[in-house]
């Protein structure tokens, strides 16, 4: 399986007792409607199959999985802090009307006040927030995504309008 035929659930937090049992970490939000025959690791940028002997799903984003063959807490260390990923085939239907902030990877960014920033290259959920990651000025800049600075998005034409603080991307630029 490539990367573009996966999605990205979460990754393995740590391991658990000394029979192989791992705590995975999901980021992928509607994580209990995913059905966990196999995941695929990220081994070195080769997602390797591990079929899943038990998963016990935990309310807050987490979940203990074990995986057939590794029987023993040395079989997984290897999976420590990696990635995992379901196929596409797996992802669950959305329906039409629902938009994640994760949807705008990809869309163009505009500020009010400084115009084009650039393409979004990356939007990553942190425990209080969205952030988008933008080059701008040829410097990777990093900005929130919430209500008080969105301003617009256009879904047709794949742009987001933003009225970013005053001083927000100079943090940035000046060296």
């Known amino acids: 399986m490539k990367h573009e035929e996966?999605?990205?659930?979460?990754?393995?937090?740590?391991?658990?007792?000394?029979?192989?049992?791992?705590?995975v970490f999901f980021e992928f939000d509607d994580y209990e409607a995913l059905e966990?025959?196999?995941?695929?690791?990220?081994?070195?940028?080769?997602?390797v199959p591990y079929f899943v002997a038990s998963a016990k799903l935990q309310a807050n984003k987490t979940g203990y999985f074990n995986f057939d063959d590794t029987d023993h807490i040395d079989k997984v260390q290897p999976l420590l802090k990696k990635k995992l990923y379901l196929p596409l085939t797996q992802k669950?239907?959305?329906?039409?009307?629902?938009f994640f902030y994760t949807?705008?990877?990809?869309?163009?960014?505009?500020d009010e006040t400084l115009g084009e920033?650039?393409?979004?290259?990356?939007?990553?959920?942190?425990?209080?927030?969205?952030?988008?990651?933008?080059?701008?000025?040829?410097?990777?800049?990093?900005?929130?995504?919430?209500?008080?600075?969105?301003?617009?998005i256009d879904e047709?034409?794949?742009?987001?309008?933003?009225?970013?603080?005053?001083?927000?991307?100079?943090?940035?630029?000046e060296k």
Do not use: C, H, S, W
């Not at 659930?9 to 000394?18: E, S």
């Not at 000025?137 to 008080?148: A, Q, R, V």
């Open 36 to 47: 966990f025959d196999v995941v695929y690791a990220d081994m070195n940028g080769k997602l």
């Open 92 to 98: 669950p239907e959305r329906d039409e009307d629902e």
């Open 117 to 152: 920033l650039g393409e979004i290259l990356e939007v990553n959920e942190y425990p209080q927030q969205f952030v988008a990651t933008v080059l701008y000025k040829e410097t990777e800049i990093l900005f929130p995504l919430n209500e008080d600075f969105i301003v617009e």
């Open 6 to 23: 996966a999605f990205y659930i979460g990754y393995v937090t740590k391991t658990r007792g000394l029979k192989g049992e791992v705590q």
């Open 156 to 173: 047709e034409e794949k742009i987001l309008t933003l009225d970013l603080p005053e001083g927000l991307l100079d943090i940035y630029l």
């Open 103 to 110: 949807d705008l990877k990809g869309f163009m960014a505009t």
